[in-house]
Nanobody, 123 residues
Framework: VQLQASGGGLVQPGESLRLSCAVS????????IGWFRQAPGKQREGVSC????????YYVDPVKGRFTISRDNAKNIVNLQMNSLKPDDAAVYYC?????????????????WGQGTQVTVSS
């Protein structure tokens, strides 16, 4: 089982990035996938998730209206489109299998995690 996050980089405030989480070793359509981020000195934060069976999505308040999560089960990829990026969005972003609903996302000890991808937002 593997989750591979990619797409991070250095952008200026107001610009966009698209992160991708490529999964292998399991059937993507059977799992909800979430994105988390962790900035230096801060706790890990759940950013967004997408459910497995009905594409229900969740977004943490600071990213609502700017980030969009989507999934392509045929390609085994979950994307996170990040627009209007702010310096506060800078962090290492991780994808993982999660529980996902309209108002929550959560993890368990047996969830799968990918390695992080760095997002830097700076002028």
């Amino acid at each position: 089982v593997q989750l591979q996050a990619s797409g991070g980089g250095l952008v200026q405030p107001g610009e966009s990035l698209r992160l991708s989480c490529a999964v292998s070793g399991f059937t993507l359509k059977d799992y909800a996938i979430g994105w988390f981020r962790q900035a230096p000195g801060k706790q890990r934060e759940g950013v967004s998730c997408i459910n497995s069976n009905d594409d229900t999505t969740y977004y943490v308040d600071p990213v609502k209206g700017r980030f969009t999560i989507s999934r392509d089960n045929a390609k085994n990829i979950v994307n996170l489109q990040m627009n209007s990026l702010k310096p506060d969005d800078a962090a290492v972003y991780y994808c993982a299998t999660v529980r996902c609903g309209d108002y929550y996302m959560s993890t368990r000890e047996d969830d799968y995690w990918g390695q992080g991808t760095q997002v830097t937002v700076s002028s």
